[in-house]
């Protein structure tokens, strides 16, 4: 049965290897942010509904945990959009752990934790990831370019964003690592960090996850922050939480019966670079394949494409726009 929900395994430092589950259509998203590695949001989507019948996504989840079974180490709601605007999150989250003894956690962007349904859904999960950009609202709305419905223009619908977060907190017992993706000359000079941390304080996350928008960023101009940048985030978020900064991936292509679907499900979800999708097929391709022939036979493919960022080449299964130049669109105020 070809997978319509499912990802992965996908291995990463924080979570070694993860199952992903991706429970909205491609791009679903109530934000825009510049550094999306799945292209721009178009358009931007604010409504929470069940996207698709949680039967059919806890049904095939746990038919990729059988066939994977020993091989993950956790079931990552994750979503090439946003996962909680599918309004049964909380529902598949709980059959699924109502049918395996593996941990759960959702990938978040947190723009709906001020709303209590959505708190209620993920407090079931064993971590919840919500991401946290910015510390004020102008950039907020800078990088994250929120759906028209948000009003960012004033502090009051981000004073509810982080409201939301501390409530969260208050009411979850799991683990509550926020992500912060740093750019450079954006979100990391020593002002915009401090407004960050005085956040996360608020907060009070079990970690902070700093990250680097390394893969396909929608923006041409959208740079990963620098060795100095990160240096100053982890300083000074480190007065807060504990950091940590996560940095590479590993995609485990062995077990598929086929090498381009495995390829294109990961890569619609999440941008490879040329050399880490080398060095995957080369693990798993039988001894004395071409790898280029391999590589050739997926450039053939429709459901793959390449894109450059940065000069470093990425293979992306996404039909989303990357515009080719630096041009700057604020799509989500159209
Ligand atoms: S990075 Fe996440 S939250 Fe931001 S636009 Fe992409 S999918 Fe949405």
Same mark, same amino acid.
């Given at each position: 049965?070809?997978?319509?929900?499912?990802?992965?395994?996908?291995?990463?430092?924080?979570?070694?290897?993860?199952?992903?589950?991706?429970?909205?259509?491609?791009?679903?998203?109530?934000?825009?942010?510049?550094?999306?590695?799945?292209?721009?949001?178009?358009?931007?989507?604010?409504?929470?509904?069940?996207?698709?019948?949680?039967?059919?996504?806890?049904?095939?989840?746990?038919?990729?945990?059988?066939?994977?079974?020993?091989?993950?180490?956790?079931?990552?709601?994750?979503?090439?959009?946003?996962?909680?605007?599918?309004?049964?999150?909380?529902?598949?989250?709980?059959?699924?752990?109502?049918?395996?003894? $593996?941990?759960?956690?959702?990938?978040?962007?947190?723009?709906?934790?001020?709303?209590?349904?959505? @708190?209620?859904?993920?407090?079931?999960?064993?971590?919840?990831?919500?991401?946290?950009?910015?510390?004020?609202?102008?950039?907020?709305?800078?990088?994250?370019?929120?759906?028209?419905?948000?009003?960012?223009?004033?502090?009051?619908?981000?004073? @509810?964003?982080?409201?939301?977060?501390?409530?969260?907190?208050?009411?979850?017992?799991?683990?509550?690592?926020?992500?912060?993706?740093?750019?450079?000359?954006?979100?990391?000079?020593?002002?915009? $960090? @401090?407004?960050?941390?005085?956040?996360?304080?608020?907060?009070?996350?079990?970690?902070?996850?700093?990250?680097?928008?390394?893969?396909?960023?929608?923006?041409?101009?959208?740079?990963?922050?620098?060795?100095?940048?990160?240096?100053?985030?982890?300083?000074?978020?480190?007065?807060?939480?504990?950091?940590?900064?996560?940095?590479?991936?590993?995609?485990?292509?062995?077990?598929?019966?086929?090498?381009?679907?495995?390829?294109?499900?990961?890569?619609?979800?999440?941008?490879?670079?040329?050399?880490?999708?080398?060095?995957?097929?080369?693990?798993?391709?039988?001894?004395?394949?071409?790898?280029?022939?391999?590589?050739?036979?997926?450039?053939?493919?429709?459901?793959?494409?390449?894109?450059?960022?940065?000069?470093?080449?990425?293979?992306?299964?996404?039909?989303?726009?990357?515009?080719?130049?630096?041009?700057?669109?604020?799509?989500?105020?159209?």
């Amino acid at each position: 049965m070809r997978k319509k929900f499912v990802f992965g395994p996908v291995a990463s430092r924080r979570l070694g290897r993860s199952l992903g589950v991706d429970p909205i259509p491609h791009k679903t998203c109530n934000l825009n942010c510049v550094y999306c590695q799945l292209g721009r949001s178009q358009p931007v989507v604010n409504e929470r509904k069940s996207y698709f019948p949680p039967e059919e996504i806890v049904a095939e989840t746990l038919d990729a945990i059988r066939q994977y079974k020993g091989k993950i180490d956790w079931i990552s709601f994750v979503g090439s959009g946003e996962p909680t605007l599918h309004s049964d999150i909380g529902k598949i989250i709980r059959e699924v752990q109502s049918s395996v003894d $593996l941990p759960v956690c959702v990938i978040t962007n947190g723009a709906l934790l001020y709303r209590p349904e959505v @708190r209620s859904d993920l407090l079931v999960a064993d971590a919840v990831l919500p991401s946290l950009d910015a510390g004020s609202p102008e950039l907020y709305r800078r990088i994250n370019r929120p759906h028209h419905s948000f009003n960012f223009n004033n502090n009051n619908d981000f004073d @509810r964003l982080i409201r939301g977060a501390i409530e969260f907190r208050r009411e979850y017992k799991g683990a509550l690592w926020v992500e912060t993706m740093l750019i450079r000359g954006m979100n990391d000079t020593e002002s915009a $960090l @401090r407004d960050i941390a005085e956040k996360l304080e608020q907060i009070r996350p079990d970690q902070s996850h700093i990250l680097l928008p390394i893969r396909s960023p929608s923006e041409t101009w959208a740079l990963p922050s620098n060795d100095e940048g990160v240096m100053r985030a982890r300083a000074i978020f480190g007065s807060v939480c504990k950091v940590i900064y996560p940095h590479s991936v590993d995609f485990d292509l062995n077990g598929f019966d086929n090498l381009a679907d495995a390829v294109s499900r990961i890569v619609s979800r999440h941008p490879i670079e040329q050399t880490e999708l080398e060095r995957a097929l080369a693990r798993c391709l039988p001894v004395g394949s071409d790898l280029s022939r391999e590589m050739e036979k997926l450039q053939a493919d429709s459901r793959v494409r390449l894109i450059e960022r940065h000069g470093v080449r990425f293979w992306t299964g996404t039909s989303s726009d990357y515009p080719a130049t630096g041009e700057f669109e604020k799509i989500s105020e159209k």
